[in-house]
């Protein structure tokens, strides 16, 4: 391939990736957020104690 083809393919695959990042961030993007409770479950660990599904879960971090 000569230095000046080489040179073109370059510069074409340039000009199609800008066009495709710009086609890309042209797209709106939708965020939703959802709610859900943990239903309130007593399990039973492998060592025999009942806890509960919440509390076992519950790490202390809140969300938003």
């Given at each position: 391939m000569?230095?000046?083809?080489?040179?073109?393919?370059?510069?074409?695959?340039?000009?199609?990736?800008?066009?495709?990042?710009?086609?890309?961030?042209?797209?709106?993007?939708?965020?939703?957020?959802?709610?859900?409770?943990?239903?309130?479950?007593?399990?039973?660990?492998?060592?025999g104690?009942?806890?509960?599904l919440?509390?076992?879960?519950?790490?202390?971090?809140?969300?938003?």
């Amino acid at each position: 391939m000569t230095a000046r083809i080489h040179g073109t393919v370059i510069a074409a695959l340039v000009c199609a990736g800008a066009v495709l990042v710009t086609a890309v961030a042209a797209v709106p993007v939708a965020r939703s957020t959802v709610t859900y409770e943990t239903p309130a479950v007593t399990l039973i660990r492998e060592d025999g104690k009942r806890v509960s599904l919440p509390r076992e879960l519950d790490d202390g971090r809140r969300c938003c």
